[in-house]
């Protein structure tokens, strides 16, 4: 059953009033009375949606790694020999237009969200590839691919100017296709 547009909009509100308050305060220092007052809330109405602040948190994480996987996971070439142009077009997209919101959420309070999809994204590959985990040869080739792929949207997400998500995902693609 689809969610409720009311619904949809004040989590939406929370979640921005979230990713305010993360500019100037740890994680750990959000309270629900401070997170309502930027979001012209109540605590009652925060609390039907969420648990708590981690709760909330959780959520907006999960939304940005749901968005990453589903573009990867709907865009990855069924046929080995595919282009990958679609995949790192989709994929560079969709970072550049959450850039704001993972680069608040990538080192909330010591964690990097980024780091902790990598095995995820490893399993996918190995399995998308048909490699064999329990193969080291297999195994490592993908770590090493999707390390590095990782790297490279880490270092753009990061950069002070970063190059356009164009040449970025041309960049990907070529690489992609020489592995």
Known sequence: MPTDRRT???QNTLKSALYQLLQTHDLGAITVKSLVAVANTSRSTFY???????????HCVADIVDGLFER??????????????????????YIDTQRH???????????????QIKPRFIQKVLTFEQRDA??????????????????????????????PKATIAHLLMTYIDAI
């Open 72 to 93: 990867f996971e709907t865009t990855y070439p069924n046929n080995g020999k595919a282009s990958f142009t679609i995949l790192t077009t989709q994929l560079t997209d």
């Open 8 to 10: 949809t909009r004040t």
């Open 134 to 163: 329990a193969n080291v040869t297999d195994y490592y080739t993908v770590v090493f691919s999707v390390t590095g792929i990782i790297g490279v949207l880490v270092d753009w997400l990061n950069a002070p100017e970063p190059a």
């Open 48 to 58: 039907l949606h969420f648990d708590d602040i981690q709760d909330l948190y959780h």
């Open 101 to 115: 919101a993972m680069k608040t959420l990538e080192h909330v309070n010591g964690t990097n969200f980024i780091a």
